[in-house]
């Protein structure tokens, strides 16, 4: 029985190929980063006994896999907000106007 040979796997996507230019891909990651820290303003304002909130507190007990460990969404947004150069993040998404008004001077001025 002969195998059927199948294309190579591409990683990379080339943007000339979809049609999207470098500056529309920056626009989309923005857009991107930006519903992120909206979702994590909106979580954070969560009571503490609603299902998202424990499931951000949860700690898994199984035994980790060897190799570096996974990106989490926590961590990408963690590094959005160094890179806005946010202090008091927590208190600041506790007020929807302010945090709304913080995520947008990031865009700006950060380039978010």
């Known amino acids: 029985m002969k195998m059927k040979e199948s294309a190579p796997k591409r990683r990379h996507i080339k943007f000339r190929r979809c049609g999207i230019t470098q500056k529309k891909a920056h626009n989309?990651?923005?857009?991107?980063?930006?519903?992120?820290?909206?979702?994590?303003?909106?979580?954070?304002?969560?009571?503490?006994?609603?299902?998202?909130?424990?499931?951000?507190?949860w700690k898994p007990m199984s035994k980790k896999p060897i190799g570096r460990p996974k990106t989490r969404w926590k961590d990408d947004v963690l590094e959005d907000i160094r890179s806005m150069n946010v202090r008091n993040w927590k208190k600041l998404a506790q007020d929807r106007d302010s945090w709304k008004k913080t995520i947008e001077q990031a865009r700006t001025l950060h380039r978010l």
């Open 28 to 57: 989309i990651i923005g857009f991107i980063k930006k519903q992120r820290l909206n979702w994590l303003g909106h979580v954070e304002r969560m009571a503490e006994d609603k299902n998202v909130q424990k499931i951000k507190r």
